[in-house]
């Protein structure tokens, strides 16, 4: 029987785990076993919090177009309302930078949602 030798494909799969662990601390960056078990946790972990980036970044902007609405005397729950009421379809993401970046513009939409809405 003809001897295989796979020594390439099994170094060529460690030095894989071990390019995907650069940065890792201790022995996980360096070590096949561990940094193998390290990765498991770290995809594991990556798949959930893109779920959760979405959810964060939602309450993020919730957050700053609060903020910025209670300045010119409404809330963001009859802001939102207002908005909906008046068919001015701008998302959450939008507003909240339209109230960092450019207040002027977000002022304007604030004085029509709550004009139409009183």
Same mark, same amino acid.
């Given at each position: 029987?003809?001897?295989?030798? !796979?020594?390439?494909?099994?170094? @060529? +799969?460690?030095?894989?785990?071990?390019?995907? =662990?650069?940065?890792?601390?201790?022995? &996980? *960056?360096?070590?096949?076993?561990?940094?193998?078990?390290?990765?498991?946790?770290?995809?594991?972990?990556?798949? !959930?919090?893109?779920?959760?980036? @979405? +959810?964060?970044?939602?309450?993020?902007?919730? =957050?700053?177009?609060?903020?910025?609405? &209670? *300045?010119?005397?409404?809330?963001?729950?009859?802001?939102?309302?207002?908005?909906?009421?008046?068919?001015?379809?701008?998302?959450?993401?939008?507003?909240?930078?339209?109230?960092?970046?450019?207040?002027?513009?977000?002022?304007?939409?604030?004085?029509?949602?709550?004009?139409?809405?009183?």
């Amino acid at each position: 029987m003809v001897r295989i030798k !796979r020594g390439t494909i099994a170094n @060529k +799969r460690r030095k894989n785990i071990l390019k995907e =662990t650069k940065g890792f601390r201790w022995g &996980r *960056k360096s070590k096949y076993k561990l940094a193998k078990d390290a990765m498991k946790h770290a995809w594991k972990w990556s798949y !959930r919090d893109r779920k959760n980036k @979405k +959810r964060v970044f939602r309450q993020i902007w919730t =957050t700053n177009i609060n903020g910025s609405c &209670r *300045k010119l005397g409404i809330s963001y729950s009859k802001l939102i309302n207002a908005l909906k009421i008046n068919k001015i379809e701008v998302n959450r993401k939008i507003l909240a930078q339209l109230a960092q970046e450019r207040p002027d513009i977000f002022e304007k939409i604030v004085e029509i949602a709550k004009k139409k809405y009183e």
